[in-house]
T-cell receptor
Framework: NAGVTQTPKFQVLKTGQSMTLQCAQDMNHNSMYWYRQDPGMGLRLIYYSASEGTTDKGEVPNGYNVSRLNKREFSLRLESAAPSQTSVYFC????????????????FGSGTRLTVV | KQEVTQIPAALSVPEGENLVLNCSFTDSAIYNLQWFRQDPGKGLTSLLLIQSSQREQTSGRLNASLDKSSGRSTLYIAASQPGDSATYLCAVRPAGGNNRLAFGKGNQVVVIP
């Protein structure tokens, strides 16, 4: 089925280890986003990519890097994991077509549950 | 900065009652507003999308209204069922800029059989 696919679904890391969370969409969306969700904090934007070849920081970018590999794929990298990065990570995408085209909503992946010990 | 508030944070209702979930936002300059459902340990599922020019959207037992000028949206779920138990999230897409969604923290709903 068309949608946003995230891998892995679960991961346990030791402090200081690195890993990359993968996200891919097959809906020809041009904008992609990484969020983290923590109890009591809601969803917070880490990084986003408005179009292929561009990336920008969101609310909580520290400790993360991203790569927009192509139009379909947007990865999130933790270079040196910390316990504060224990969270559920969601990737989302949307089709945007300039100002005035308002019709579209966001599609989310099913999440990656990351624990850093 | 756009801020989104959802009240109540949690509620329990007996099966069969209608559910009313409220979302308010501080900046009325929006493209659209989207309601999501999230089950425990799961991702977000889109329920309804309301454009800024619309007053409401309906899908089955769900109806969402939008009053942009007052910064409010309401999600109605008719004749609630135990399967409606979930967290409901409201998200606003601000007009202009970078399409970054502003999320509320959710309404956690339990429907009691």
């Amino acid at each position: 089925n068309a949608g946003v696919t995230q891998t892995p679904k679960f991961q346990v890391l030791k402090t200081g280890q690195s890993m990359t969370l993968q996200c891919a969409q097959d809906m020809n969306h041009n904008s992609m986003y990484w969020y983290r969700q923590d109890p009591g904090m809601g969803l917070r934007l880490i990084y986003y990519s408005a179009s292929e070849g561009t990336t920008d920081k969101g609310e909580v970018p520290n400790g993360y890097n991203v790569s927009r590999l192509n139009k379909r794929e947007f990865s999130l990298r933790l270079e040196s994991a910390a316990p504060s990065q224990t969270s559920v990570y969601f990737c989302a995408s949307i089709f945007t077509s300039g100002q005035g085209i308002l019709a579209y909503g966001y599609t989310f992946g099913s999440g990656t549950r990351l624990t850093v010990v | 900065k756009q801020e989104v508030t959802q009240i109540p944070a949690a509620l329990s209702v007996p099966e069969g009652e209608n559910l009313v979930l409220n979302c308010s936002f501080t900046d009325s300059a929006i493209y659209n507003l989207q309601w999501f459902r999230q089950d425990p340990g799961k991702g977000l599922t889109s329920l309804l999308l309301i454009q800024s020019s619309q007053r409401e959207q309906t899908s089955g037992r769900l109806n969402a209204s939008l009053d942009k000028s007052s910064g409010r949206s309401t999600l109605y779920i008719a004749a609630s069922q135990p399967g409606d138990s979930a967290t409901y999230l409201c998200a606003v897409r601000p007009a202009g800029g970078n399409n970054r969604l502003a999320f509320g923290k959710g309404n956690q709903v339990v429907v009691i059989p």
